[in-house]
């Protein structure tokens, strides 16, 4: 017993030794700890991992797994029904949030056609849809679909952003998808403008085109991608995680209190130009944005973009991985390994 007890006592004294150790030569790792463990309302954590985009392969999705999230967002295009990302998911105790943008978004040529296949996906794979009938795991089915990618950037809605097309498709296709599958949340995509325009103002463009707007979504999807989170900053700009209480307020005015948020896509590019961070940088801000999010109390949900580098050219999209291209882990892997509890400060 006695050996037992020293062996013990020697092992406590190591690990203690261990965790000055690291705390002494990783400032950056303890300040992400301690901003993580401040207090905050429940929140599910994310990854966009573009499993579908790499056929599904079982490293990556080992890999989210891994991390402790219990959300992955993936996008479908017009007409696309494909269900085997949601059994890869479901395996790894992970839901999906799908994102459905047809080519062109709110512009899209037949909105007829996106109507039927929105419909017809929300009635196989949204909760208590035919896709899980008599299955075990029917409990990751995904609760909420994203309503178009971005639909207030040009790349996204055929060039032509419009707060007031983008208004009549929700109200156009919803009805339809809530006959279908009653438990589907909608999530309305928004932002403070349209990218052509900084200083033009989508949410009340939306509201001026469909003032009765609030009773066709169930919560916002946002994607404030930012520099330094706790920075002074023009809530308008772009760049500036903090337009999202800007977004807030917005809603607010409109009687949208209720409406919770959910931040699908946000985080820092570690190479690739002008807006490029360090990575000890992008794993400090993705702690200060995680820990933000958590204490706004409007938060639901927080998927962090994007788990791998692409390394496809030295444009700053490629460089949104917290990991590198070849799956080694940067510094804000650890920041999502504490935020979900998988390690431990």
Not at 44 to 51: E, H
Not at 64 to 79: F, K, Q
Not at 243 to 255: L, Y
Not at 325 to 330: A, E, Q, T
Request: hydrophobic fraction near 40%; glycine fraction near 10%; charged fraction near 25%.
């Amino acid at each position: 017993m006695r050996h037992r007890t020293v062996r013990t006592a020697l092992t406590v004294l190591s690990v203690l030794i261990l965790a000055v150790t690291v705390s002494a030569c990783d400032p950056l790792t303890k300040a992400a700890a301690d901003e993580l463990s401040r207090s905050g309302s429940p929140m599910t954590l994310g990854l966009v991992a573009d499993l579908r985009g790499h056929g599904l392969e079982a490293g990556r999705v080992d890999q989210v797994a891994s991390s402790g999230v219990g959300l992955v967002r993936e996008e479908w295009g017009l007409g696309d029904l494909d269900g085997a990302v949601f059994d890869v998911a479901a395996s790894r105790g992970l839901s999906v949030l799908p994102v459905l943008a047809p080519a062109g978004g709110q512009n899209t040529s037949d909105w007829s056609a996106a109507r039927s296949w929105m419909t017809e996906f929300a009635r196989q794979f949204g909760p208590g849809g035919t896709f899980w009938a008599g299955r075990s795991d029917s409990r990751f089915a995904p609760t909420a679909l994203e309503l178009l990618n971005e639909p207030y950037l040009a790349q996204f809605s055929g060039g032509r952003p419009a707060a007031d097309t983008y208004a009549e498709f929700v109200k156009y296709v919803v009805p339809s998808i809530r006959e279908a599958n009653p438990n589907v949340r909608v999530l309305l995509s928004a932002d403070v403008s349209t990218g052509v325009d900084d200083r033009e103002d989508w949410i009340g463009a939306l509201y001026r085109a469909a003032p009765d707007l609030n009773g066709y979504f169930d919560a916002i999807a946002i994607h404030p991608y930012g520099n330094d989170p706790v920075e002074e900053c023009d809530p308008m700009y772009r760049w500036s995680f903090c337009r999202m209480s800007t977004i807030r307020s917005r809603f607010d005015e409109h009687g949208a209190r209720g409406k919770p948020f959910w931040i699908t896509e946000v985080g820092n590019p570690t190479s690739g130009g002008a807006a490029a961070r360090s990575e000890d940088e992008q794993a400090k801000f993705l702690a200060e944005y995680i820990g933000i999010a958590r204490r706004s109390g409007y938060v639901s949900a927080f998927v962090v973009y994007h788990l791998r580098d692409s390394g496809c050219t030295d444009d700053r999209e490629c460089f949104f991985g917290i990991t590198h291209v070849d799956g080694s882990p940067k510094p804000a892997w650890r920041t999502l390994l504490l935020a979900t509890g998988k390690e431990e400060s």
